[in-house]
């Protein structure tokens, strides 16, 4: 079986028809050829994925396409880009808080999602946040410092 789907992307609209099995990470990445967000695990354990669905974080190897008819969603794409990096993404690269970077897109993505939610995260709030986040390179204490001075300025933005 295959539906319709409605879809807003960082602002953009998109309409796409997919099996019903397909997940989100999957239409992302194979049909509308967003691929910043990434696939590790496939079964919602590495954080990789990660994308704010209707402004909440989730993990879009776990998100049925079809459910998200209707709905809103950030990827890391809506970030920045190249030649204007968001303030998180300036914050990874100043505070070396990435290698390969395969695991970056999600850490973005939970970070963002926390600062708009709590923009004056205490320490404790930015390790929650990223607990979800499996990276394999640089450990983890490079990305929370990006995350606190980004918090810290008080300027959290530059996200879509
Ligand atoms: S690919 Fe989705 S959580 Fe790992
Ligand atoms: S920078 Fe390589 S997995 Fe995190």
Known sequence: ME????????????????????TLLRMLREVLHLTGTKEGCS????GACSVILDGK??????????????????????EGAMDKLSDLQQAFVDNHALQCGFCTPGMLMAARELLERKPDPTDDDIIEAMAGQICRCTG???????VRRVARKGQAGGGK
């Open 3 to 22: 539906y319709d789907v409605r879809i807003t992307v960082n602002g953009e609209r998109y309409q796409a028809r997919v099996p019903a099995s397909l």
């Open 140 to 146: 983890y204490e490079t990305a929370i410092e990006a």
């Open 57 to 78: 974080l989730v993990n879009a190897c776990m998100v049925l396409a079809v459910e998200c008819d209707g709905s809103v969603v950030r990827t890391v794409e809506g």
């Open 43 to 46: 079964i919602g354990e590495c």
